[in-house]
């Protein structure tokens, strides 16, 4: 399986990696298949994302695509967040291997549960769906 140099950097060398104490949303996703687990952790203020980390549990792609998600939402609003794509995640890495493409879908929902979670506690109805099921390779 040949990763691309992108993919080996956030790899290696993840960005934003940790909790954030008190975060204004956290969002959690698995797949029990392939026993990826995703926790991102969202900082936000005046609807800006003014800081986000993540705790990933899983393979090399798993890592590196939350490493690319939160990289690609810091300091975006909520709406552009949301408009986050799997595809702009395996974009941004510059491409994954088709076995490894469930892990941008992680990244991706990971970023929407936590945002969800945002809506919850602020009140707002959470108008954007999370896909729940990860069982399909």
Excluded: W
């Amino acid at each position: 399986m040949q990763y691309s140099e992108k993919v080996m950097d956030h790899f290696m060398n993840p960005r934003n990696v940790g909790e954030i104490e008190n975060a204004d949303g956290v969002g959690m996703v698995g797949n029990a298949k392939c026993g990826d687990i995703m926790k991102m952790y969202l900082k936000i203020e005046d609807d800006v994302i003014t800081d986000c980390k993540f705790k990933t549990f899983g393979c090399g792609a798993a890592i590196a695509t939350s490493s690319m998600a939160t990289e690609l939402i810091k300091g975006k609003t909520v709406k552009e967040a949301l408009e986050l794509t799997n595809s702009a995640v395996v974009e941004a890495l510059e491409g994954l291997p088709a076995v490894k493409v469930h892990c941008s879908v992680l990244a991706e929902e990971a970023v929407k549960s936590a945002l969800a979670d945002y809506y919850h506690k602020i009140g707002r109805p959470v108008d954007f769906e999370i896909e729940k099921d990860h069982d399909e390779e």
